[in-house]
């Protein structure tokens, strides 16, 4: 299995300031088609998970250009350049480089 | 806008089935283009990929689980299936299911809001 480890477990942030988490993997998640398969998720107190990135720094639909993604090999980051009050919550990287999805353990953002 | 709805039983007893169904709305779960996930979340832990089904009716599982686990298609009815059986309190979790594409990888980019499941006699 692929094990993804995030870090810092809590990041106090404030608003308007930029903010940034890191996840790395056990392994490379590169493919042969020269993509990442790196994602990032934000899980909003009380909702289902969020894609933000996939692709490791591909945006979701819809998601504000203030969410960026980038890293190479086995070192991912997700960088917030200016927070929001609505970007509280906990963030999660994915691997999907194996047919076992696995998640990192989680950054709590909060404010 | 396709979205997903989780739905089963709250409560579970312990060595029995646990059983939810994720209605897919606004969108053809038969279309052959998109996996179809379940994922767990035990309260106030991280996430667990459980295993995903594709249109054809082929299934890969969460070799952790394996052993417990179906996932199945109703067409009829646009949903598809998680039965977990032999439960214990340690499956006691948010359910979601999740959609990603098959021939060209997005990540997880529909999820249900989730359904509570409690293992407990």
């Known amino acids: 299995d692929i094990v993804l480890t995030q870090s810092p477990l809590s990041l106090p942030v404030t608003p308007g300031e930029p903010a940034s988490i890191s996840c790395r993997s056990s392994q490379s998640l590169l493919h042969s088609n020269g993509y990442y398969y790196l994602d990032w998720y934000l899980q909003r107190p009380g909702q289902s998970p969020q894609l933000l990135i996939y692709l490791g720094s591909k945006r979701a639909s819809g998601v504000p250009d203030r969410f960026s993604g980038s890293g190479s090999g086995t070192d991912f980051t997700l960088e917030i350049s200016r927070v929001e009050a609505e970007d509280v919550g906990i963030y999660y990287c994915?691997?999907?480089?194996?047919?076992?999805?696995?998640f990192g353990g989680g950054t709590r953002v909060e404010i | 806008q396709v979205q997903l709805q989780e739905s089963g039983p709250g409560l579970v007893k312990p060595s029995q089935t646990l059983s939810l169904t994720c209605s897919v709305s606004?969108?053809?779960?038969?279309?052959?283009?998109?996996?179809w996930s379940w994922i767990r979340q035990p309260a106030g832990k991280g996430l667990e990929w459980i295993g995903r089904?594709?249109?054809?009716?082929?299934?890969n599982y969460n070799p952790s689980l394996k052993s417990r686990v179906t996932i199945s298609l109703d067409t009829s009815k646009n949903q598809f299936s998680l039965n977990l059986r032999s439960v214990t309190a340690a499956d006691t979790a948010v359910f979601y299911c999740a959609r990603t594409n098959y021939y060209y990888y997005s990540g997880l980019h529909v999820w249900g809001q989730g359904t509570t499941v409690t293992v407990s006699s």
């Open positions: 089904i594709f249109a054809s009716g082929s299934t």
């Open positions: 606004g969108g053809s779960i038969n279309n052959g283009t998109f996996y």
């Open positions: 994915m691997q999907g480089f194996q047919t076992l999805l696995t």
